[in-house]
């Protein structure tokens, strides 16, 4: 869906250098959730308000193609924030925890499962069989990780 959103070089016409997007699925009372952590970087410093203008542009944007696709979202689950301290993001769009409403993170799922619990492993298979082929971690431009030797050697930049 994020990338419908995006496609087009729709981030690089506004000065985006880089981004990435966590897939964070969470097991409630009845039924799963999933949502997304993601981080955008510009290649210049943006003000408060030009921060707001995209956030609100990506937004409309965003919900525009889940109707178009036919997907149920609202402007209530799209939640943005300015960050300068960008080990503080990181931490963000990386946590594997458990929520305060109680719900259970992958993560908190395999503890228990290695803790003998069986309903925990039923929820694993689960979570599995909806993540099948599904990206959880996607990073673009600056955001990328480094390419290491054997990498650089494949690509023939060595």
């Not at 419908?4 to 880089?18: N, S």
């Not at 981004?19 to 943006?46: M, N, Y």
Request: charged share 25%; net charge positive.
């Amino acid at each position: 869906m994020l990338a419908a959103t995006l496609k087009g070089g729709w981030l690089k016409r506004r000065g985006v250098a880089g981004s990435a997007r966590a897939i964070e699925p969470k097991r409630g009372d009845a039924a799963w959730h999933v949502h997304a952590h993601s981080l955008i970087v510009f290649s210049e410093t943006k003000s408060r308000d030009d921060s707001l203008a995209f956030a609100l542009a990506l937004r409309e944007r965003f919900l525009q193609q889940a109707e178009r696709l036919g997907i149920d979202a609202g402007p209530q689950g799209q939640h943005v924030r300015v960050v300068t301290d960008l080990s503080r993001a990181v931490d963000y769009i990386t946590k594997e925890r458990v929520s305060a409403n109680g719900t259970n993170s992958a993560s908190r799922l395999w503890a228990s499962v290695h803790a003998g619990d069986a309903d925990a492993l039923s929820l694993i298979h689960d979570l599995e069989a909806g993540a099948f082929r599904r990206r959880a971690w996607e990073a673009t431009g600056v955001c990328q990780p480094p390419l290491d030797f054997d990498d650089l050697l494949r690509a023939g930049a060595v």
